[in-house]
């Protein structure tokens, strides 16, 4: 006879996640080599619009033209074309590990929790947080960390190549920068505050169509259809309209950089055209030749190139931070609180070496919960079975882990055999040869994650493997969800487990707690009846 002796927990993940922070760190190789492509094509595009202009400046004077400058132009533009690509390859590149590593690192974390606060995670944010999140984020550290680093290099280097023609024309163009820094502040933050919106909307849809999905049978059985369709509609129509509020302020930051651009031009092309015209005389603006003003005229858009860039990145830096926010927040959840129960509280069994015991008791009274803690997942209250431990625990439960593969490798998952003989008897023992929805025997394909099976054959594979394992077994309602028949299989399975290993059962079926050498009632009551 062993006694249960107090496990040793999985220590929970005590640190925060801190998304963003580790995007940032994913994000820095890529980073860097598309901050050099974006600042290269910057210097490409302006040598361009400069040699463009001395140029066409050229040929409507009547002025010869040099062949080495319409050889620089066609290579500038050449090469502009082939930096920019080059950078928007590199963007996607970076932006697809980043999302790719952030995944990773989050499919960790959900490994690490513990199995109560994983199960408390809402299905619908889950999914979210894997499929939408990362991507935000990685939009953000990679996309909108490049716009804002080159809205400081490049409008530097536009500035500068004016000051070749007029110092005057580049302190005009630089004058207005502050207005529109201004006007980003205000815009930022009323975007962000609608991207959080849209966020919460986003996570609540998802939500509710995960679960409509998930209880879909339960929905066409009681004829709920049009309620449950009514109910989706609503909150699509609620996400697509806070999505439509931040595009909104999206667009009238995007108008805002246009109007300064076009206004800072329109002022630079009249005092251009008044010097030319001799009608006015304004220092750095007059007595210009033709390619000189053609100069500053093409150079001036390209000073604000990159705020225009900056102001379509604006909202991603807004969803990207509500993005890692929210994934925050779900991989830091508190772990929800155990079920109080206090028929549990300093419980102290003694269990046999083998044998079948069976723990009873109406639902609700505690029988997965003492299952869980013997298997050391559980972290309140009771002791595990750490002294039947030693060569682990097989866990049998209509929701039992199933790999993609075939029908051979999800029984002999971590189970260290794959002789085909002991393979087949394990599975025709309990009718899962004999299954029409199985065809091909032992070589039937199973869907990633068991998406093919139902919570019965689920359960029956798991009892297989369990067969096969040569550990302690722990078995959470192992006749449910069966026939007649293949209960009965089941039974006689766990039965002969139990000659050689220890098997603890959690059963409302009365035939196998009949069979038990020990059953333990966890009854509503002051005391726990253990009979032998």
Same mark, same amino acid.
């Given at each position: 006879? &062993? +006694?249960?002796?107090?496990?040793?927990?999985?220590?929970?993940?005590?640190?925060?996640?801190? /998304?963003?922070?580790?995007?940032?760190?994913?994000?820095?190789?890529?980073?860097?080599?598309?901050?050099?492509?974006?600042?290269?094509?910057?210097?490409?595009?302006?040598?361009?619009?400069?040699?463009?202009?001395?140029?066409?400046?050229?040929?409507?004077?009547?002025?010869?033209?040099?062949?080495?400058?319409?050889?620089?132009?066609?290579?500038?533009?050449?090469?502009? !074309?082939? /930096?920019?690509?080059?950078?928007?390859?590199?963007?996607? @590149?970076?932006?697809?590990?980043?999302?790719?590593?952030?995944?990773?690192?989050?499919?960790?974390?959900? $490994?690490?929790? %513990?199995? =109560?606060? #994983?199960?408390?995670?809402?299905?619908?944010?889950?999914?979210?947080?894997?499929?939408?999140?990362?991507?935000?984020?990685?939009?953000?550290?990679?996309?909108?960390?490049?716009?804002?680093?080159?809205?400081?290099?490049?409008?530097?280097?536009?500035?500068?190549?004016? !000051?070749?023609? @007029?110092?005057?024309?580049?302190?005009?163009?630089?004058?207005?920068? %502050?207005?529109?820094?201004?006007?980003?502040?205000?815009?930022? $933050?009323?975007?962000?505050?609608?991207?959080?919106?849209?966020?919460?909307?986003?996570?609540?849809?998802?939500?509710?169509?995960?679960?409509?999905?998930?209880?879909?049978?339960?929905?066409?059985? $009681?004829?709920?259809?049009?309620?449950?369709?009514?109910?989706?509609?609503?909150?699509?129509?609620?996400?697509?309209?806070?999505?439509?509020?931040?595009?909104?302020?999206?667009?009238?930051?995007?108008?805002?950089?246009?109007?300064?651009?076009?206004?800072?031009?329109?002022?630079?092309?009249?005092?251009?055209?008044?010097?030319?015209?001799?009608?006015?005389?304004?220092?750095?603006?007059?007595?210009?030749?033709?390619?000189?003003?053609?100069?500053?005229?093409?150079?001036?858009?390209?000073?604000?190139?990159?705020?225009?860039?900056?102001?379509?990145?604006?909202?991603? &830096?807004?969803?990207?931070?509500?993005?890692?926010?929210?994934?925050?927040?779900?991989?830091?959840?508190?772990?929800?609180?155990?079920?109080?129960?206090?028929?549990?509280?300093?419980?102290?069994?003694? *269990?046999?070496?083998?044998?079948?015991?069976?723990?009873?008791?109406?639902?609700?009274?505690? &029988?997965?919960?003492?299952?869980?803690?013997?298997?050391?997942?559980?972290?309140?209250?009771? %002791?595990?079975?750490?002294?039947?431990?030693?060569?682990?625990?097989?866990?049998?439960?209509?929701?039992?882990?199933?790999?993609?593969?075939?029908?051979?490798?999800?029984?002999?998952?971590?189970?260290?055999?794959?002789?085909?003989?002991?393979?087949?008897?394990?599975?025709?023992?309990?009718? *899962?040869?004999?299954?029409?929805?199985? %065809?091909?025997?032992?070589?039937?394909?199973?869907? +990633?994650?068991?998406? $093919?099976? @139902?919570?019965?054959?689920?359960? =029956?594979?798991?009892?297989?493997?369990?067969?096969?394992?040569?550990?302690?077994?722990?078995?959470?309602?192992?006749?449910?969800?069966?026939?007649?028949?293949?209960?009965?299989?089941?039974?006689?399975?766990?039965?002969?487990?139990?000659?050689?290993? #220890?098997?603890?059962?959690?059963?409302?079926?009365?035939?196998?707690?009949?069979?038990?050498?020990?059953?333990?009632?966890?009854?509503?009551?002051?005391?726990?009846?253990?009979?032998?």
């Amino acid at each position: 006879m &062993k +006694k249960l002796s107090a496990p040793a927990q999985r220590p929970a993940a005590s640190l925060a996640f801190q /998304a963003l922070t580790a995007a940032e760190r994913l994000a820095k190789p890529g980073l860097r080599s598309l901050l050099t492509l974006q600042t290269v094509r910057t210097a490409l595009r302006l040598g361009f619009a400069a040699t463009s202009a001395t140029a066409a400046g050229r040929l409507v004077m009547g002025e010869a033209v040099d062949p080495w400058l319409i050889v620089a132009v066609i290579v500038l533009l050449a090469a502009a !074309c082939l /930096a920019g690509f080059s950078a928007d390859k590199v963007q996607a @590149s970076a932006e697809t590990a980043v999302s790719t590593g952030l995944r990773g690192l989050a499919g960790d974390r959900l $490994n690490e929790m %513990p199995a =109560r606060q #994983l199960q408390s995670l809402s299905v619908g944010s889950v999914i979210v947080s894997m499929q939408r999140h990362p991507e935000a984020i990685a939009a953000l550290v990679v996309g909108h960390r490049a716009a804002t680093v080159m809205m400081a290099a490049g409008p530097l280097l536009a500035a500068a190549t004016l !000051c070749f023609v @007029s110092w005057q024309a580049a302190l005009l163009v630089v004058g207005l920068t %502050p207005v529109m820094i201004m006007f980003f502040a205000l815009v930022g $933050n009323a975007i962000r505050r609608r991207a959080d919106v849209q966020e919460r909307a986003f996570g609540r849809l998802a939500g509710q169509f995960a679960d409509r999905i998930r209880t879909l049978p339960t929905i066409l059985a $009681n004829h709920a259809t049009v309620d449950e369709e009514a109910k989706l509609a609503r909150r699509l129509d609620a996400y697509a309209g806070k999505t439509m509020s931040l595009l909104r302020i999206a667009f009238v930051n995007a108008g805002i950089i246009d109007f300064f651009a076009s206004l800072s031009i329109a002022i630079l092309a009249v005092f251009l055209g008044l010097g030319h015209l001799k009608l006015a005389t304004v220092p750095g603006f007059s007595n210009l030749e033709l390619w000189q003003s053609l100069f500053i005229l093409m150079i001036a858009p390209e000073y604000f190139a990159p705020f225009r860039r900056f102001s379509e990145q604006y909202h991603a &830096k807004a969803e990207g931070l509500a993005a890692a926010g929210a994934l925050d927040r779900l991989l830091d959840a508190e772990p929800a609180a155990a079920k109080t129960l206090p028929v549990l509280d300093g419980l102290s069994l003694t *269990l046999p070496a083998h044998g079948l015991v069976a723990v009873v008791g109406p639902s609700g009274s505690g &029988k997965s919960t003492l299952l869980r803690r013997l298997a050391g997942i559980e972290p309140d209250g009771t %002791p595990s079975a750490q002294n039947h431990a030693d060569t682990g625990i097989a866990w049998i439960s209509t929701d039992s882990h199933v790999p993609e593969g075939t029908l051979a490798e999800a029984i002999a998952w971590r189970t260290a055999t794959m002789d085909e003989d002991r393979l087949e008897d394990a599975a025709r023992a309990i009718g *899962l040869l004999d299954d029409a929805l199985l %065809p091909g025997g032992l070589d039937a394909r199973l869907d +990633k994650g068991g998406a $093919n099976l @139902s919570g019965g054959q689920r359960l =029956r594979i798991a009892v297989a493997r369990a067969a096969l394992a040569g550990r302690t077994v722990l078995a959470d309602e192992p006749t449910a969800k069966l026939d007649r028949d293949t209960a009965e299989a089941v039974r006689r399975t766990l039965i002969a487990i139990s000659r050689s290993r #220890l098997v603890v059962v959690a059963t409302h079926d009365r035939d196998l707690a009949a069979a038990a050498e020990l059953t333990v009632d966890l009854t509503d009551s002051d005391a726990i009846e253990v009979a032998a």
